[in-house]
């Protein structure tokens, strides 16, 4: 079946309950037991079976099944939050003495849980070139035990290859960990390019409606789910099934949500990269993009979040666009129907980042393009009357 029909189908049943569309919302913390017997067996029944709500309940278990169907891995674990995704696998795979190689482009958060709180716990942590590509096998050591990617990566949407860093991380006995939020199971098939672990802040597109937090951790292997899974039961992170519930209402509409953001952002890019304004847009869909011949091989297509790299640098006279702005508002995150601008300051320090132009990030939502740009064309007209008040040529 297409990727766009499991969307559909994965992970209900209604003949099984009564003929209702979607599976029903079972809230619980205490699971009852038939008799004391089945109540003492109940760590062994803790994979396959509701053994305490921390575990999850039927509405949990659909959305996680119907997520590992649609990425095509074994078993997805659901967490309180994406970050939370990031952090309970990164905690659960890791352990005091092991060096952990992770790309330099990664979600900020992602970056300072690593340097302050893994650091903390004896593992050393790596920062390496987005771009390394192959190179990468000449970072790890024998006690490398994750290699970590994001692609593209945070804000700078760097694309890696990803194929070539999980061979060199594979041969020697590295796991390959991808964030793939950007992208989703939809648009980059994760295990066929060769990562263990797979995962996503289903707050993000998934969701769709900018009202929940969310995220998954899906794994090549069953092996991988029950050492992910004990990690983050150990912590006591779980989601609510109401959160599941909504999570699975919008995975339903992912791929259609996911074309339109798809079309509509590259539109904008395309004219952003026409202004004179602008210095470079950063978009793997892009041809001009350092990043296109390896996006173009192996994603199956873009989404809404890209950045835009000003010529100007001035603060005063970008706040004088951006502040104004209609429809695109200043709010952090993505995937939600609405469109968002968000100005950002790269954190690197493998790659420093030396740009002197000011960079936002856009996430172009679900409104018509027409508006969209017409928005950014009148906010360009004030960043030039802003300029020229500051005595800058505008180009
Ligand atoms: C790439 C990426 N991963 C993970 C996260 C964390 O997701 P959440 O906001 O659900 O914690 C984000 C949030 O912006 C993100 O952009």
Redesign the pocket.
């Known amino acids: 079946m297409e990727r766009e029909t499991r969307l559909v189908h994965a992970g209900r049943d209604p003949e099984r309950q009564e003929g209702i569309v979607n599976p029903p919302l079972y809230r619980a913390s205490t699971i009852l037991y038939p008799t004391m017997a089945a109540y003492e067996g109940r760590h062994e029944r803790r994979y396959t079976a509701f053994a305490y709500g921390i575990h999850g309940t039927p509405t949990t278990v659909a959305l996680a099944e119907a997520l590992a169907e649609v990425s095509g891995g074994a078993r997805t674990l659901l967490l309180s939050?994406?970050?939370?995704?990031?952090t309970q696998t990164l905690t659960a795979f890791l352990r005091r003495d092991d060096h952990l190689l992770i790309a330099d482009t990664?979600?900020g958060?992602?970056r300072v849980f690593c340097t302050q709180v893994l650091a903390r716990y004896g593992v050393e942590v790596t920062f390496y070139d987005p771009r390394a590509g192959a190179g990468v096998a000449g970072l790890i050591r024998p006690t490398t035990r994750v290699v970590y990617l994001?692609s593209p990566g945070?804000q700078t949407f760097e694309v890696q290859d990803v194929p070539a860093i999980a061979v060199a991380a594979r041969a020697r006995g590295a796991l390959v960990v991808l964030?793939n939020?950007?992208a989703t199971p939809l648009h980059f098939r994760a295990f066929d390019h060769g990562v263990d672990v797979e995962?996503?802040?289903?707050?993000?597109f998934v969701a769709g409606h900018s009202d929940l937090?969310?995220?998954a951790v899906t794994t090549r292997s069953e092996d991988l789910y029950r050492v992910a899974r004990d990690g983050a039961s150990t912590f006591g992170d779980c989601p609510a099934p109401d959160v599941c519930y909504e999570a699975l209402r919008g995975l339903r509409t992912l791929a259609v949500r996911l074309r339109h953001h798809e079309a509509a952002a590259l539109r904008v890019a395309e004219w952003l990269a026409r202004r004179p304004e602008v210095a470079r847009v950063l978009h793997p869909a892009l041809p001009e993009d350092p990043g296109h011949a390896i996006w173009k091989r192996d994603f199956l297509g873009a989404s809404s979040?890209f950045g835009v790299l000003l010529r100007t640098g001035s603060e005063k006279a970008v706040a004088a666009m951006v502040d104004e702005l209609r429809l695109f508002k200043i709010g952090?995150?993505?995937g939600g129907f609405e469109s968002l601008i968000v100005p950002v300051r790269p954190e690197r320090t493998a790659r420093p980042w030396r740009e002197s132009g000011f960079l936002l990030r856009l996430h172009v939502g679900l409104e018509a393009v027409e508006d969209l740009i017409a928005d950014l064309e009148a906010g360009f007209a004030r960043l030039g009357a802003a300029l020229r008040d500051e005595g800058e040529v505008v180009r």
């Not at 939050?81 to 990031?86: F, I, K, M, Q, T």
């Not at 995962?199 to 993000?204: E, F, G, N, S, Y």
């Open positions: 939050s994406g970050l939370s995704a990031v990664v979600y958060p992602t994001e945070s964030d939020t950007w995962i996503q802040a289903l707050t993000k937090l969310l995220g979040l952090a995150s993505f």
